[in-house]
């Protein structure tokens, strides 16, 4: 049974920062593709950044140069660093790790931690 489970969340202030932390026990982590999305009130989830097995990254416009995803394979573990939050920012943040049908095949999902940016 894989479990996704994130942590990390929480409220800061505009201008701080946070950062998310998700354990993803998948068998073979290192061929898995890890991401972060988030869902605001109202609207669709939103991918925010992942990262490959080779550590290539994607980021979303909005969240370039503020937010930073990396991963642990040893710990199996994918991370995201996020400064100089914004208002806009606010959302369920969920953890999701794909594994390609090439490797059993997988797509699975956390169930989320909270980030609130409010002065």
């Known amino acids: 049974q894989v479990r996704v489970v994130e942590s990390g969340g929480g409220l800061v202030q505009p201008g701080g920062s946070l950062r998310l932390s998700c354990a993803a026990s998948v068998n073979i982590f290192i061929a898995t593709t890890l991401g972060w999305y988030r869902q605001a009130p109202g609207s669709q989830r939103e991918l925010v950044a992942n990262?490959?097995?080779?550590?290539?990254?994607i980021y979303a416009e909005s969240v370039k140069g503020r937010f930073t995803i990396s991963r642990d394979n040893a710990k199996k573990m994918v991370y995201l660093q996020m400064n100089s939050l914004k208002p806009e920012d606010r959302a369920v943040y969920y953890c999701?790790?794909?594994?390609?049908?090439?490797w059993g095949g997988g797509n699975y999902w956390g169930q989320g931690t909270q980030v609130t940016v409010s002065s």
């Open positions: 990262i490959s097995s080779s550590g290539g990254t």
């Open positions: 999701n790790a794909y594994l390609s049908p090439q």
